[in-house]
């Protein structure tokens, strides 16, 4: 009870959780464009699940702090260069980040056929939910893995860790569908989404080489291309009812 009422932990909470949040965003980002591919009467289900999956992956890795700290000690060496096993789960998620964002900028930008339709889930997209619940899975683990080790080096209490965890995946979760929406909503701002997710898995796997690329600078550029699109979004709608 003496807790609660220390300033120190309210400060520390805010922060953490302020910071989870951030580092949340590339995870809401990946979760809507692939929910995006979903039947409609899936994409909730999905989403929560997704979000869920994501809660239960950090509070595991925070309940095993010995173990996530020590994958940051080196395994064996590779060209003159210490191999951890955070950085090998950086590199794989980093890989199929990469992959995965090109894979649907080429879907977004390629001519669709007479069956995949931009917003018409195909028959093949229809039987891909529970594909489409592992690969977030996947990438929720890589997420929550940079996302834990960063709280570590912040946060000496755990309940505090815990409960920066817990208030920003309900963010998240409350955000998660407004922004998946929105993008979906806007085919530009899809492809916008996935070059950001193509330069955070650029970031992901310089990590794993000890090639520190501060996330300030990615969210920045990021921040002003989409200030950028949001004028042209305006400007479109303005011209369309001007026309009308």
Do not use: C
């Amino acid at each position: 009870m003496e807790a609660l009422l220390d300033p120190n932990i309210w400060v520390a909470f805010l922060m953490l959780t302020a910071l989870e949040i951030v580092l949340g965003v590339d995870n809401i980002i990946f979760i809507s464009i692939l929910v995006g591919r979903l039947p409609e009467a899936q994409r909730d289900k999905a989403r929560r699940l997704g979000l869920g999956f994501a809660m239960v992956s950090r509070l595991a890795l925070l309940f095993s702090l010995t173990w996530v700290m020590g994958l940051t000690e080196d395994l064996f060496s590779a060209f003159g260069m210490g191999i951890s096993g955070r950085d090998l789960v950086l590199l794989g998620g980093g890989l199929f980040l990469l992959y995965k964002a090109t894979h649907e900028i080429f879907n977004a930008v390629e001519a669709h056929g007479p069956d995949e339709r931009p917003g018409v889930p195909s028959p093949k997209a229809n039987a891909a939910y529970w594909g489409t619940i592992a690969q977030i899975g996947v990438i929720d683990i890589v997420f929550s893995l940079d996302s834990v080790i960063t709280a570590v080096g912040m946060v000496d209490q755990i309940g505090v860790m815990i409960a920066a965890v817990v208030a920003s995946v309900g963010v998240m979760l409350f955000a998660a569908k407004p922004i998946g929406d929105f993008v979906d909503r806007h085919p530009s701002v899809k492809v916008l989404a996935l070059a950001f997710l193509v330069m955070v898995g650029m970031a992901l796997t310089a990590e794993a080489f000890d090639v520190h690329v501060p996330k300030g600078y990615i969210y920045a550029a990021m921040a002003f291309a989409l200030t950028v699109e949001m004028l042209n979004l305006r400007a479109r709608a303005k011209r369309i009812a001007k026309a009308a």
